[in-house]
Structures are given as C-alpha cells and as structure tokens.
C-alpha cells in the first residue's frame, strides 16, 4: 500500500555530532563504536541544514566535541530552540556552554539514583557530576533544563524517585525506553519485566496528569505511548520520519530516523557533502525511496523524535485523551491507558512487528 504525502519543510532536527563517548552505558554500545575525530561533520557543513522549529543536539556525547560551541552557533540561527542530550560528564563545559547561551535547553541522562545509575551507565560518579551540573545550571538561572532516563529492566522504579526529585529541582524530565538500532549498536535490548515496568509508567502517567503544566499532560500521552511499545502494541500514531523530521549523523549522512535497523531496512536520504544544498537531499528520488519504506515501515519505535512531531500534528486525538485523564485525575478518578491504535490514514502495515494487519 502506498499513501503519498506532500513533502513540506520540516519542523524536527536531530545533529548526531559524535559517536564518540566517555560513558559505557548497558544499553547502548555507541561508546564502542566511535567515529575518528577527523571524520565528524563540521560547523562549516551543518550550515547548510533548514531552518526549522526544534533543534536535538545529541552524540556519543557531544560535549566531547572542542567545536561545539560553533556548531550551537550555527544550530541557534536554524533554530529558536535548541537542546543539548548528554551525560553531563564534562561539567565544565556544560557550564561555559550555558553562559554564552543561556537559553540552551539541557537534557542530562540519568538512569536512576546513585548506585543504579553509576552501575547502568557504567561509569562511577556520573549520577554525582549530573545532578552537580544540574544544581548549578538550576543556580545560574537557565531554565530549559533537566532529566533524561531511559527506562530498562533495572530502573522503573528508581524513574519514579527522579521524577519526584526533578519536581521537587523545578526541572524538566523527560523518558525514553530501551530500542534496538543502528545508531545504539544494540540487537538486544528488551524489556523482559513488562508488567513491573508498565505498573511503574503508569505511577509516572498519574503524577504527570496531577501537575498543573498542560505540558506534562501530554508528556502523559506519550508515556502511555511506551507502554504501548514495551506491549509489542501497533505503534498508536503513525511515523512521518524523513517527512516532519530527520536525523544527520557524524558522517553527514541524513537518515528520517535512528530507530531503523539492517535487519529490516536501513537507507540514507542522501549526505549533506556530496551536494550543494539541503534541498537536493529534500525532494531527491532517494529521499522519496526512504519515506515510502517509512509509510511500511514494520517497528513500532516510539522515540520523542519521531512520536513528538505526530502528537503536535494530530493534536486532537491525544487531546481527547489528556482532557478526559485530567479530568479523571481531578475527580480522583484512575487513569484509562487506552492505547489505541489512530487511524489518520497512515498504512496498517505500518509499526506493526506483530503483523496483526488490523484484525
């Protein structure tokens, strides 16, 4: 089946600067597989990327790069809104980032309380040098901070004491889970405690709905939408990787996503240093072959680099569902995790590992 959708400009960047990275982490392996210095994409070169609404600044660890500044540089005229993922190891420099750039958005990877984290991101202090940054970011005044953790089979129940303490720090906090791809170097990532794990995000769905940021209502949504995924569920929203956003890597190469895998398909849209500008690769035969293996797509990844661009785009379906938790969560009522499956159109064979084939 093919849909065609109207290429337009998009909205989502994601700068993979480096795979280059000081921490060890359980469940990636991009530590172990690093890029040469002399090869990774420049300033000069990321000049030539759109404008657009968001920009991810993410690696390895991007705060190994001497150059970053100027690529922030370049990144903050492409785009209002900028934030850095990293583990926060490079404290120092994290700090003198943030007081060129005050508006900077910092997202630190925190896997748990002390010990659970040290022990899952395989580096001893790391969960001290992250909370230290965060404490001084906090004291500066920058506000576009805050936590990042991916949730695995070790961490659900720590998750919930970080949201707590990221409340309590008046930070942001943000959650991912474990995925298999490409850019992790990981073939085996699963969740094998569903039911302990799932219990805990919907302890996490409940808090976010009780806050008074329609913000963390819908950051609800999308963990419902993780649970979703950790089930082996149809993916609830569809992907419009390589269409409302995409991802450039060390290399150059522009991929819709860094979900994707060579067990089922893996193409690049094309490189930012093999032409003269950003729309070659844009609306290039190339680009059109990816986004169709993206309408069919069979992995049912649910990343906030491809589900935020969905949920703002097809606001009224997770509308529904955030005023009538609110609602619930007001009346102290228990919340409906009602993964459905949206139909916008969008192919059935798509993130569908399953094969269900809406039956």
């Not at 980032?97 to 790391?126: F, H, M, Q, V």
């Not at 149809?234 to 819709?256: H, I, K, Q, S, W």
């Not at 680099?305 to 969905?310: D, H, I, K, Q, R």
Request: overall charge positive.
């Amino acid at each position: 089946m093919i849909i065609n959708k109207e290429v337009t400009k998009p909205t989502d960047m994601c700068i993979i600067t480096t795979y280059r990275c000081p921490m060890q982490c359980k469940m990636c392996n991009i530590w172990n597989n690093p890029t040469e210095k002399s090869k990774e994409i420049t300033p000069k070169e990321i000049e030539m990327l759109p404008k657009v609404k968001f920009i991810n600044i993410t690696g390895g660890e991007p705060f190994i790069r001497e150059d970053l500044e100027d690529i922030v540089d370049v990144a903050f005229r492409k785009s209002s809104r900028v934030v850095i993922s990293t583990s926060g190891w490079y404290e120092d420099r994290v700090i003198q980032l943030a007081k060129r750039y005050p508006k900077i958005g910092i997202r630190i990877s925190i896997e748990g309380l002390s010990c659970k984290n040290d022990k899952l991101r395989g580096r001893i202090g790391s969960f001290d040098k992250g909370l230290k940054t965060l404490l001084i970011l906090k004291e500066m005044g920058v506000k576009d901070i805050g936590f990042g953790c991916t949730v695995s089979n070790h961490n659900s129940e720590d998750m919930l004491s970080l949201y707590r303490l990221s409340k309590f720090m008046g930070m942001e906090f943000a959650t991912a889970t474990f995925h298999n791809s490409y850019y992790f170097h990981k073939e085996n990532n699963a969740i094998t405690n569903k039911i302990e794990v799932c219990n805990n995000i919907e302890k996490l769905i409940d808090l976010q709905l009780k806050e008074k940021h329609p913000k963390s209502w819908f950051r609800a949504f999308f963990n419902m939408g993780l649970i979703n995924y950790i089930e082996g569920n149809r993916r609830m929203l569809p992907c419009e990787a390589g269409l409302l956003n995409f991802f450039v890597d060390p290399y150059g190469d522009v991929y819709p996503c860094n979900g994707l895998e060579e067990k089922y398909w893996k193409q690049s849209m094309g490189n930012i240093r093999e032409v003269k500008s950003f729309d070659e690769i844009w609306h290039s035969k190339q680009a059109e072959e990816v986004r169709q293996k993206v309408l069919e797509c069979p992995k049912n990844c649910w990343m906030v680099g491809t589900a935020s661009p969905v949920i703002k785009k097809y606001i009224s379906h997770p509308l529904k569902w955030v005023i009538k938790n609110k609602w619930h969560s007001m009346l102290g009522k228990s919340t409906c995790i009602d993964k459905k499956w949206y139909n916008v159109g969008q192919s059935p064979l798509q993130g569908d590992l399953n094969e269900n084939r809406l039956k």
